[in-house]
């Protein structure tokens, strides 16, 4: 099975969970109890899956749709390659995927 490498916001932790294929990044970051609300499940209202992808794998993801874009817009802290985890989907190709936690994330919902 894939598998996802989560890395703590300061670096000091790292977390490699099962990642199912077809599921999505949030769905699996929080069945694995990874520090992640997706507060809204996955329908691009809130910013609480926010992820920021390792460069080497940055150009591997689809690109961000429009709402995805409009939505992290508002992310706090946003990087270069910010992205919001519901909406990145899990492929074989995706396997070793590394992704940093965000430092603070904003619930808009909240
Ligand atoms: S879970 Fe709300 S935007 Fe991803």
């Not at 409009?70 to 519901?86: A, Q």
């Amino acid at each position: 099975m894939p598998r996802i490498i989560f890395i703590s916001a300061d670096g000091s932790q790292q977390w490699e969970v099962e990642a199912p294929v077809g599921g999505s990044v949030m769905d699996i970051a929080v069945r694995n109890d990874i520090d992640m609300e997706g507060t809204c499940e996955g329908n691009l209202a809130c910013s609480t899956c926010h992820v920021i992808v390792d460069p080497d794998w940055n150009g591997k993801i689809p690109a961000p749709v429009e709402d995805e874009q409009d939505m992290l817009d508002l992310v706090f802290g946003l990087k270069r390659t910010s992205r919001l985890c519901c909406q990145i989907i899990m492929t074989p190709a995706l396997d070793g995927l590394t992704l940093r936690l965000p430092e603070a994330s904003r619930n808009l919902l909240g």
